[in-house]
């Protein structure tokens, strides 16, 4: 099992989980995050004044899969989040030693199902 990370746009949500269920992947969680990157933050325009926000808005996703469904969960993910502009986010891979379902306490490859 891998647990996949990924800090991607907001206005790419959509398209990312439209990605993940034409996979069939449906356990993910969605956390609001803020970060800072090589975009160097936002610039907005307020009644006439500029300012900058450091630390952009961004989405994480996690979520764990089989070993075997890695490679293409990892290739939707990334097709479905990029616009090709700086700040497009990153994709980060953790080895999972056990997951357990507390419901029924199923341990392994049988609690991600």
Do not use: C, N
Request: aromatic share 4%; hydrophobic share 40%.
């Amino acid at each position: 099992m891998v647990k996949i990370e990924a800090i991607i746009r907001t206005q790419r949500l959509e398209d990312v989980q439209d990605a993940l269920d034409a996979l069939d992947i449906s356990g993910m969680t969605v956390i609001e995050v803020r970060g800072k990157g090589r975009s160097k933050g936002i610039t907005h325009t307020y009644r006439g004044s500029q300012y900058t926000l450091a630390l952009t808005p961004r989405l994480k996703l996690e979520l764990v899969v089989h070993d075997h469904e890695v490679e293409e969960v990892v290739a939707a993910i990334q097709k479905a989040a990029q616009t090709g502009e700086v700040g497009d986010g990153k994709i980060f891979l953790f080895p999972v030693g056990d997951s357990i379902r507390i419901r029924t306490g199923e341990r392994g490859d049988a609690a991600l199902s």
